[in-house]
């Protein structure tokens, strides 16, 4: 097989592996992924179909394997946690935020928190609370100075810079420092004739309702803003819960190799139809397979 760290424009590489993320990264050599993108399971949450960890052992059951993907991230490199703590009795659980404290003593830096709002969240009823429409998407590095390619994630600028820039009043064409003390300042005239804006910490992604034969799948949407911010074609993208595979399959899409664990062997049957459902057509067909199939004999 040819070496894990190899970047080729005209190989690309999509490794779907069973087992526990924990023990299979130690077949990776340090720094070898650009992004770790991933949907862990959640604590308690779905303990028939996989995961069941309980709140209290969560972030010891956690680190075990936070250390092995810090050792093979590379410096550059970015960490992409989605979770989000449930109600019980009456609160929500702590373990999510216990979770990102020992993450920081285990070496990471915590960058940042992106909201994943799910546009279509269906409605319900709580006798003390309303439904939950969003997500925590974790970001963590291990320096300050990780790869970062914002342009790629640019969205329209939209219709209010029709009216709001039709007429600007004087302290629109100067900087102008907030009036109630925050400390930001905005020169809305820099906004004159663009098109296109950075987006917000909070992304509006519809959940996929598509049965998919897993029951805790992402939207493509989501890896595939990841991957855009934070890796280049021809990176390595690592989802160590892989699930259906929904990381790889969007990876693959934008020309990035990437590798998939999970320690369900059903839903990695799973990940690799939905892989090769259809032919991936870049003329490399031959060699993805057959990565993928020694991968996959190497299963523990
Ligand atoms: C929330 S789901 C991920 C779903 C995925 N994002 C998708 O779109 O299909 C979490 C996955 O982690 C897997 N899992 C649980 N413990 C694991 C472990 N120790 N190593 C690898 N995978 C594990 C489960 O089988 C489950 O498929």
Redesign the pocket.
């Known amino acids: 097989m040819a070496p894990r760290t190899e970047t080729s424009l005209n190989v690309l590489t999509t490794e779907i592996i069973c087992g526990?993320?924990?023990e299979v990264l130690q077949r990776f050599g340090d720094g070898t992924f650009d992004l770790i993108v991933t949907?862990?399971?959640y604590a308690d949450q779905r303990a028939r179909t996989?995961?069941g960890i309980k709140p209290q052992h969560y972030v010891e059951w956690f680190l075990e394997?936070s250390a092995e993907f810090r050792r093979v991230l590379k410096p550059s490199g970015t960490f992409i946690l989605n979770i989000k703590e449930k109600a019980e009795r009456g609160e929500r659980h702590v373990y999510v935020i216990e979770l990102i404290l020992a993450l920081r003593k285990q070496g990471w830096l915590w960058t940042e928190e992106f909201i994943w709002h799910k546009r279509n969240c269906h409605p319900g009823r709580w006798p003390n609370r309303f439904r939950d429409a969003w997500e925590r998407c974790l970001q963590f590095n291990k320096t300050r100075h990780f790869k970062m390619f914002q342009r790629e994630v640019m969205v329209p600028m939209g219709e209010w810079t029709k009216t709001r820039l039709k007429r600007l009043g004087k302290n629109d064409v100067v900087r102008f420092e907030s009036r109630v003390a925050s400390g930001f300042g905005k020169n809305i005239a820099n906004w004159l004739g663009r098109d296109m804006a950075y987006p917000s910490n909070v992304l509006h992604f519809a959940t996929e309702c598509a049965n998919k034969g897993?029951s805790?799948?992402?939207p493509k949407a989501l890896p595939e803003w990841f991957i855009k911010l934070f890796t280049e074609p021809g990176d390595w993208v690592l989802d160590?819960?892989?699930?259906?595979?929904?990381?790889n399959l969007v990876a693959r899409e934008l020309g990035r190799n990437s590798v998939g664990?999970?320690?369900?062997p059903q839903?990695v049957a799973l990940a690799k139809k939905y892989l090769f459902r259809k032919p991936f057509c870049d003329g490399n067909n031959a060699i993805l397979w057959d990565r993928l199939t020694e991968a996959s004999s190497k299963a523990p």
Do not use: E, L, M
């Open positions: 526990d993320c924990r949907s862990p399971p996989y995961g394997r897993h805790a799948t992402f160590p819960f892989t699930g259906s595979g929904t990381t664990i999970d320690n369900v839903y």
